[in-house]
């Protein structure tokens, strides 16, 4: 197997891979459900930190904890001992709550899958936008751009009355090979502020079904994909 | 690996420094009533946030004004002076307005397209971008069908019907895969301050059986030189 022992980036720095791994992506969530909508960043809290999102309808929100975030430190920036070459920024998403009402005349599927009106209306509504420094976005685009390359092909057998099908939804291909790989990969050094806004520029995730259970939202977890330098124990 | 120089068709190289992977997005929207779709010619790129998104006559509510979510131009019709662009692939993603109406046994709630609507579009679309000012020849001129979708929604059926007698239906254009698009072996160079849109027109005239009002959002996919500040 190839392996990589430098890599030249665009404005012709090199750097020497030492203690990196791709092994490990560096992962964010936030939680989104109906209603009006204020932007949410993934990555702007560390592990123990509060999820975004996850206090609405609840009035408290909940901690984070290894299955949100691996990000260390205060959040909202990379820790100053580590390194992150971003190759591709993957997004996923689960419902959680209960499964809710019959939504348009389509059933909703078992949780935590999102059904595809669901997965439409997210496509349709939020703009990502990833900054490094806080200076710059280094790129914008609605959700469908970052496909998670994550997720379940399913196979169901035929239903008992006939009448109770469902379709689940996935942002993107379920493939690992499906995620959009940057042409240009993004380079964040330790300490530098690292966010990934959620907009909805609409104000709401418009007519987003998550039923009645105030606990009712979409998960959606973030990746950074590539080379990462950990600390060094 | 990381790509810092790109040979184009004329010979010119260009050195990757203040570029980055960045998309260019623009929406427009194809009205339908009573189960046909409108005659087509719109321009996509064409508009900024603020102006009004390029629709057709029988679009429910009437043209809108765009936000973040319909483009991220910076000029209309072109690129800004501290802009440039290349162009690796074009791609789309689309959204229906309304749901399905004259097609049963199907059912198709927007914001879903039905299978046979996206392929009525296939049918008669065409796409032409244009590059440089009073340009007559298009830099790419195909048929809506030729461009993948790679961007959308990969979905999966319970084999249940929904409602007595009655299926659903989504198409996409071919499998939804960020691969499933149309890479240009030859990129396409758009230099700062010039001309640049996409014109998606349905030079049959009226789109026979569009039974929904459909959303298309289209993606330049490329590197775009970004402002230095």
Known sequence: ?233 | MAINKVQLPDGTEVVIDEWLHYPLFSTIQIGSLGGTGDSTNLRAFSYVQGMRVPSTTNVTGGTRLADARDTNMVKRGGLNYDEAFILYAITYEAFALTPNTVTPPVAAPAPVLTAENVKRLQRDLLVELIVGAQQQKPQLRSPFSFIGQSAGTKSFASTGAVGLGIAFSQGTGGSIDARNQRRLELPIYIESQQVAFMKVSSPIGTIAGLDQQVRLRWYWDGLKRRPVA
């Open chain 1, 1 to 233: 197997m190839a392996q990589v022992t430098k890599v030249r980036l665009p404005d012709g720095r090199v750097l020497t891979p030492g203690d990196w791994t791709s092994a490990e992506p560096l992962y964010s969530t936030i939680e989104i459900t109906s209603g009006p909508y204020t932007t949410l960043q993934a990555f702007s809290y560390a592990l123990g930190g509060d999820v975004p999102g996850s206090n609405v309808g609840t009035g408290s929100p909940r901690k984070s904890n290894l299955a949100d975030t691996n990000l260390l430190g205060q959040g909202a920036q990379l820790p100053e001992n580590e390194e992150l070459i971003v190759y591709a920024m993957e997004v996923e998403a689960f419902t959680i709550g209960n499964t809710g009402a019959v939504d348009d005349g389509i059933n909703p599927p078992a949780l935590p899958h999102v059904s595809v009106l669901n997965m439409l209306r997210l496509q349709r509504d939020l703009v990502l936008v990833l900054k490094i420094a806080s200076v710059k976005e280094y790129t914008r685009a609605p959700l469908a751009w970052f496909p998670a390359s994550t997720g379940v092909a399913p196979t169901y057998s035929v239903a008992l009355n006939g009448q109770d099908g469902f379709v689940t939804g996935n942002n993107g291909s379920t493939d690992v090979g499906g995620k959009r790989v940057f042409a240009s990969p993004l380079y964040v050094d330790g300490g530098e502020a690292l966010v990934v806004d959620f907009l909805a520029p609409k104000g709401e995730i418009e007519d987003l079904s998550v039923g009645t259970d105030p606990q009712g939202r979409i998960r959606l977890r973030t990746f950074l994909d590539g080379y990462r330098k950990r600390p060094v124990a």
